[in-house]
Structures are given as structure tokens and as C-alpha cells.
């Protein structure tokens, strides 16, 4: 089966960006909607750990070239950060539960896969434009804060400011982040305004891997003497 792939553009034209609507974490943006699906075609490889994770690994390597299913116009965020920021027209709630359950699964591996870079590259970050040369530590701490502070908070889950950060509290964070989740599916909670869950999901292993690779891409360890 083909990749099913969604282009979006930004409104002005500045930027575009390309995602595989049943992978979330598998997005990548560039300056033209041909260079996006050009670079999300070169990252299969990088994002395979997360299909791995997922124990999706046999279903990630049988998968056909990507095939653009919905060619759309996005916010301006497209234009300024080359990122998707709102739900394309495919992305419908409530999810099935089987749907819902395997974009679970990946974003826990998108997760996994964070966790892994974190603990495996420098302290200290290649500089570069991106960031502001910021180090591994602040990377993580934009991530974890970001998704549980924002993006939760969408589904009406709270988390105290740092919360997510305090020694072990990652783990029951997530576990909450992910029932919540199934609890607004199945229609309990304040239904989001311009997000659905689909898109939070496909946001959250977005962001979260965006940062990973980030990382990895800024690793020193290599260049230690």
C-alpha cells in the first residue's frame, strides 16, 4: 500500500510541508511542497525506530512510495516555521479505535525514541541557526514543556508548570496525557475549538521528533576526543 501523504502550503507561498497521515511523527517541511515530499521521502529510514517502537516495523518496510492524498492551503504557520498547525480534511473524530489505539502506539514510540536520543547525545549542541545554539537539556525541557503544558491542556488536562519535568513524573504524565485522550475520543470533555484529536496526535509525535532529530543532528559525541 502507498504512503498516504498530505501537502500543505502556506498561505502566502513561503513554505510547505509534508506528512504521512497514518504515521504521525513522519512530517517534514522545506520551501516548496516538491522539496517537502523530497526530504519526508529521505527521513523513511530515520523514522523506521518508531515504527519499530510501535511493533510496526513489518508494516513501515512494506509500505509503497507516497502517494499525495489531500493537497491543501494551511495557516501561516506553513509560511513562517514550514510546520502543519491545523487538521487536514481527512483527519475526522471521534477515531475508530483501532486507528486511535495504532496512533498511540506510535507516538508512544515517538516517545521511546526521544527518550533514547536524549540519553544517548552531548550536553552540549552543535550551534547553529536553529534554536539559538540552545543545549540538550533546554531541548528537552522545550519538548516535555511544550506538549505537557499546551498541548494537554487542549484535551482539559492540566499539568503544573515544570510538572512533567519533576524526577519520575514523565512517565504518569504521558499515561495521562494518553487516557485523557481516550476519554475525549469516546465524547467526554470540552470539545477543541481549531484542533481535533487526530491532529493533537499527529502534533505532539510531530514535535516530539522534530526535537529528536534535532538533537541528533546537533550531537557532538562524535567530535569528543
Known amino acids: 500500500m502507498p504512503v498516504r501523504t498530505v501537502v500543505e502550503r502556506g498561505p502566502k507561498g513561503k513554505r510547505a510541508v509534508a506528512f504521512a497521515l497514518d504515521w504521525p511523527g513522519w512530517c517534514r517541511g522545506a520551501k516548496t511542497p516538491e522539496l517537502a515530499l523530497e526530504l519526508l521521502e529521505s527521513y523513511r529510514q530515520r523514522y523506521r525506530p518508531v ?22 492551503v494551511g495557516t501561516g504557520s506553513t509560511d513562517f516555521w514550514a510546520i502543519s498547525f491545523s487538521p487536514c480534511g481527512l483527519e475526522q473524530e471521534p477515531m475508530p479505535e483501532a486507528e486511535l489505539e495504532r496512533k498511540i502506539k506510535l507516538l508512544r ?40 503544558e499546551d498541548f494537554a491542556k487542549r484535551l482539559g488536562l492540566r499539568i503544573p508548570e515544570e510538572g512533567a519535568l519533576a524526577p519520575g513524573a514523565l512517565a504518569d504524565y504521558r499515561d495521562a496525557y494518553v487516557a485523557t485522550m481516550r476519554s475525549y475520543n469516546a ?20 514535535h516530539t521528533m522534530d526535537h529528536a532529530w534535532e538533537m541528533e543532528d546537533k550531537d557532538l559525541s562524535s567530535t569528543a576526543v
Open 109 to 148: 514510540g515517538c516517545w521511546r525514541c526521544f527518550d533514547s536520543v536524549a540519553a544517548r547525545v552531548s550536553a552540549e549542541m552543535r550551534k547553529g541557526p536553529r534554536g539559538g545554539g540552545r543545549d540538550r537539556d533546554r531541548i528537552i525541557r522545550h519538548t516535555v514543556r511544550t506538549e505537557s
Open 51 to 72: 515504527a519499530a517502537a510501535a511493533r510496526l516495523a513489518k508494516e513501515l518496510d512494506a509500505a509503497g512510495p507516497l502517494k499525495v492524498v489531500e493537497d491543501r
Open 187 to 206: 465524547g467526554e470533555g470540552k470539545r477543541m475549538k481549531s484542533w481535533n484529536l487526530p491532529f493533537l496526535i499527529r502534533h505532539s509525535a510531530f
